[in-house]
């Protein structure tokens, strides 16, 4: 079914407002979307990128709905509508266990088919996902869609090694600051109009800017221009690409965008060549932020996702 069906989608599906314990006790808040049909549903479970919000991935979870399946849609830890301080403190290892906690949730949730669990992942959760599925054979199935792989490798790829001194003297000072007392420092995410040119960001692409502060809807809910910094020494130590082996017998699919300047696909492809079968590369023309515009690259990677769903969780009912 076309995203521009939303609408119809909408009327013939339920939409339950949920939260739940994970690692650490940090309760988690999402949503829980169903076909508006007899369950229990085979489900794809779903959570957004870095630092970003349930209310971005609304339409891609409204498709893989109107295909019958439900969906656990959750917001990350510190982001969005879940609990976590500070705000927007960004643990990719606490997330990968949150997600195995979220699978937990599926099982006990009367609606959703607890042996029927795919993955849906994009971005940094695009990472989250392929741990996961080599971590937990409580998946089925997975996609990743332009994946964070290694955080060390993409930084110096995008920035060049000199540029690591610096961030290494950003997080330096901020373990200084903490140790005594201080709250953690925090750096912007993008650049905004009216900030210099010497402002500190971690994303410089006008896509960036454009999708992160949310395009013409405005922020999501909560949303905040920064992560804390010590965010940025999480992500250079965070690297998929010991697990990938181990993610078979699960289907993978992976969606690569050759253009892409924050997530580069020569990594993910690396990542890819290193999974053993049943796998499936789709690779699309454009950059990392044509994934979720309404245009025909989300279309297409959606409709490829759901296909994959279909063939290894079985179709649900409409």
């Known amino acids: 079914m076309s995203l521009k069906n939303q609408d119809v989608a909408a009327a013939t599906s339920v939409r339950e407002d949920i939260e739940f314990r994970a690692d650490n006790g940090v309760i988690l808040r999402g949503w829980v979307m169903t076909p508006n049909s007899e369950g229990p549903h085979p489900t794809i479970v779903?959570?957004?990128?870095?630092?970003?919000?349930?209310?971005?991935?609304?339409?891609?979870?409204?498709?893989?709905?109107?295909?019958?399946?439900?969906v656990l849609l959750y917001d990350q830890r510190t982001?969005?509508?879940?609990?976590?301080?500070?705000?927007?403190?960004?643990?990719?290892?606490?997330?990968d266990r949150d997600m195995q906690m979220a699978l937990?949730?599926?099982?006990?949730?009367?609606?959703?088919?607890s042996d029927r669990i795919g993955l849906w992942g994009s971005s940094y959760s695009g990472g989250n996902v392929l741990v996961v599925a080599a971590t937990d054979r409580r998946v089925k199935a997975v996609v990743s869609q332009v994946p964070f792989v290694s955080g060390y490798d993409q930084f110096v790829l995008g920035n060049g090694e000199g540029a690591l001194a610096a961030i290494n003297d950003n997080m330096?000072?901020?373990?200084?600051?903490?140790?005594?007392?201080?709250?953690?420092?925090r750096i912007q995410l993008v650049r905004m109009p009216t900030d210099p040119a010497d402002q500190a960001v971690l994303f410089e692409d006008q896509?960036?800017?454009e999708y992160l502060v949310g395009g013409p809807e405005g922020p999501a809910p909560?949303?905040?221009?920064?992560?804390?910094?010590?965010?940025?020494?999480?992500?250079?130590?965070?690297?998929?690409?010991?697990?990938?082996?181990?993610?078979?017998?699960?289907?993978?699919?992976?969606?690569?965008?050759?253009?892409?300047?924050?997530?580069?696909?020569?990594?993910?492809?690396?990542?890819?060549?290193?999974a053993l079968e049943p796998k499936e590369l789709v690779m699309i023309s454009g950059g990392h932020y044509g994934v979720y515009w309404p245009h025909l690259s989300r279309d297409l990677v959606t409709d490829a996702a759901a296909r994959w769903f279909e063939t290894h969780l079985g179709k649900g009912t409409h």
Not at 49 to 66: E, H, K, N, P, W
Not at 245 to 269: G, K, Q, Y
């Open 172 to 185: 330096d000072n901020d373990r200084q600051g903490r140790l005594k007392g201080e709250e953690p420092g």
């Open 222 to 274: 909560g949303w905040m221009n920064s992560v804390t910094i010590r965010s940025t020494g999480r992500a250079l130590a965070y690297d998929v690409r010991p697990f990938m082996r181990r993610i078979s017998p699960t289907p993978l699919l992976m969606v690569v965008a050759a253009d892409d300047r924050t997530t580069p696909p020569s990594l993910a492809l690396e990542a890819y060549d290193a």
């Open 207 to 209: 896509a960036d800017y």
């Open 104 to 113: 937990s949730f599926v099982e006990q949730h009367p609606a959703l088919d």
């Open 46 to 70: 779903m959570t957004p990128g870095f630092s970003s919000s349930i209310t971005r991935l609304a339409s891609v979870a409204d498709a893989f709905v109107a295909r019958g399946f439900g």
């Open 79 to 95: 982001c969005g509508s879940s609990d976590g301080e500070p705000r927007q403190d960004v643990d990719p290892v606490a997330q």
